[in-house]
């Protein structure tokens, strides 16, 4: 385009010595470069576009169903990596290149088709009162102190007991709530009131129903300012199995040993106390999804790592690694032979569950 030469300068010898970046900036959306340099799908989210792919070669993409970009007002941040910047960032990670030379080759994208470009658009960012979650799930907590029997049958298809729900009931992780997504509304208006539930984040004022109510299993964080909510069976194509809210958090299950286990979600915790060990589950809200600050109490301790055999759970072991190995830990990696999966898959084949 002809329009594009009054942004950059040009030396005698035809070298360009200055790239306008703000009209790069202004011209080349972020979300662009995600979908057609990236060819990244956008996933809206709360205020932000999320990707599962990073810039950053060294990072690139995780599976894509988790996301661990996030782009938001013309920036982005991996989650994974900790990079972050606007387009020109974005490209001259991507190409290695240096940023006037990404900004040049941004330039020479096609503006008549940015032009036609529809960005993606965020969710309405939710205004979250974390105290309020928290006696949400604490009224909900003291209405249902046990394992409803739709959860204790979802249970038991995975292997776990019914003396390990009640368990995780008693020791304040575990939550269920109705299974209908109807009984589960009124249930949740009753115990609680809409507008708690809004106040907490969890009811949309626009909606019928809070999207918790389709989700009857509740896994309460460490924190009790932050949970997961999860179907009680198995996902739709197209579905998000489990919802989180409130702030980074983990589940924390105290065993009767001072050794440590690290796994990911709360159905891995379970699991793993089914099996047997009497090690402090350390659970992770998801794989990259940790602060190293967390694992100080394990420090001069045993710990096993037990992520799950897949890219993002190798991914994980290698980024937690120097944290653990910095705080002078005995190290592990749980890798039996024969690894079938997940913990909850080595515990259902164990009990002889998986066809
Ligand atoms: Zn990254």
Redo the contacts with the bound molecule.
């Keep these: 385009m002809a329009g594009n030469q009054d942004h950059f300068k040009i030396d005698a010898n035809g070298k360009v010595y200055e790239v306008d970046f703000n009209y790069v900036r202004d011209n080349v959306p972020l979300d662009w470069f995600f979908e057609h340099m990236l060819d990244a799908k956008a996933k809206p989210a709360a205020g932000a576009v999320r990707y599962h792919i ?3 070669p ?3 993409a995780s599976s894509i169903h988790s996301v ?2 996030s782009v938001k007002d013309g920036g982005w941040l ?6 972050q910047g606007d387009v020109i960032a974005a490209a001259a990670f991507y190409w290695s290149k240096t940023h006037r030379e990404a900004g040049l080759e941004l330039m020479r994208a096609d503006i008549d088709m940015l032009k036609h470009y529809i960005p993606p658009k965020p969710e309405d960012a939710i205004q979250r009162d974390d105290s309020a979650l928290a006696l949400v799930l604490q009224k909900v907590a003291e209405a249902v102190p046990y394992p409803c029997k739709d959860a204790l049958k979802y249970f038991a298809g995975r292997g776990i007991s019914e003396a390990v729900a009640r368990e995780a009931s008693e020791r304040g992780i575990l939550i269920t709530i109705p299974n209908d997504p109807f009984r589960a509304k009124s249930f949740l208006t009753e115990v609680v009131g809409q507008e708690l539930m809004v106040k907490a984040g969890l009811w949309k004022p626009d909606k019928k129903a809070p999207a918790c109510a389709f989700r009857p299993l509740w896994f309460r964080s460490q924190s009790h300012c932050a949970a997961e909510f999860r179907l009680m069976r198995d996902v739709k194509e197209g579905e998000k199995k489990a919802m989180r809210y409130g702030g980074k958090s983990p589940w924390i299950w105290e065993g009767t040993t001072d050794e440590f286990m690290i796994v990911e979600g709360p159905i891995d915790m379970l699991s793993a106390v089914e099996m047997g060990s009497k090690r402090t589950i350390f659970t992770l809200p998801g794989c990259e999804n940790w602060e190293p600050e967390w694992f100080t109490m394990m420090a001069e301790k045993n710990v096993l790592m037990a992520l799950d055999p897949d890219k993002p759970g190798f991914a994980a072991v290698q980024n937690l690694m120097p944290v653990l190995q910095a705080l002078d830990t005995k190290l592990g990696n749980y890798n039996p032979p024969n690894r079938v999966g997940d913990l909850n898959e080595q515990l259902k084949h164990m009990r002889g569950l998986l066809r």
Excluded: M, W
Aim: net charge positive; charged share 20%; glycine share 8%.
């Design positions: 990073c810039p950053n060294e990072c690139a661990k970009v991996c989650y994974a990596c900790g990079k």
